[in-house]
Every structure is written in C-alpha cells, then in structure tokens.
C-alpha cells in the first residue's frame, strides 16, 4: 500500500483512487450513519497543490459521492512526511477557516489520504468545532 500511495499522492497518477472507489464506499458507508454529512477534505497549502497539481484528499472525498465544502486553508510549511512524530504532534495552527456559515450545526466528515499521528486531524477538527461544527469525524484512506 505504501507503493501504491507514493505513486497516487507523490507521482500524479491519480487514477489508482479508482482502485479504492468500491472498497472506500464500503468502509464509509460501515462507518457512518451520520443523515446529510457534509466532507471536508483537509487541504493542502496552496504551494503545495501548485507543486503536486492536486489534493489526493479532495480526490478520495470525490469517492464517496456527497457534498463537499472547502473552507478550510492550509499554512504552509515544511512537508508533514519530513517530520518526526513528535514534531508533528507539537503542531498547532495548521489551518484558518475562510468560511463558517456552511459548516454551522453540521456534522463534518474530514476526508484525508493518511492518518500518522492524527495532528492535522485533530487541528482541522478544534477549528470546525470552533466555527460551530455540530460533530466532527474523521475518514482516511489509511492509517499508519
């Protein structure tokens, strides 16, 4: 699997989510019971998604056929996969929200390729929570 994300995240080769379309339908539709969420996928800086051409999250949340809102922005900085564990966990502020009446007393998926130490997830939350998210829940492609 590590193979096969570094060529869909890394390489470009985004038509390898295909292979996951079935499989991630299923496991979404195991997981939630949630009626009408609303997918957020964790973004990318916008540096970042110049250099990569595309956001593999965006791309998995497409997967799943419901809505999705983008109103979360990154900050960049230096790429998470560089970082040890603990620099990671110390991380705060990896986002600011550019918009809030959508997200209001809805119950928000997060949507992200890869769940290591759950720092970006659990930043990308606080700030939904924040903004009056009625729940927050989070859905990966793989956990590490």
Do not use: W
């Amino acid at each position: 699997m590590k193979d096969v994300l570094a060529r869909f995240k890394f390489r470009g080769d985004t038509a390898l989510a295909e292979l996951f379309k079935k499989d991630v339908q299923a496991a979404f539709k195991h997981s939630f019971c949630i009626k009408d969420p609303l997918l957020i996928p964790i973004p990318l800086s916008h540096e970042r998604l110049k250099e990569r051409g595309f956001n593999q999250s965006v791309i998995i949340a497409s997967l799943l056929d419901k809505p999705i809102l983008q109103p979360l922005v990154k900050i960049h900085q230096s790429k998470q996969s560089k970082k040890k564990k603990n620099e990671r966990l110390d991380q705060k502020g990896l986002f600011h929200i550019k918009q809030t009446d959508a997200i209001v007393q809805r119950d928000i998926i997060l949507v992200d390729d890869i769940y290591t130490t759950g720092a970006t997830i659990y930043d990308a939350a606080r700030i939904l929570k924040d903004a009056g998210a009625k729940s927050v829940s989070s859905f990966t492609l793989i956990r590490s």
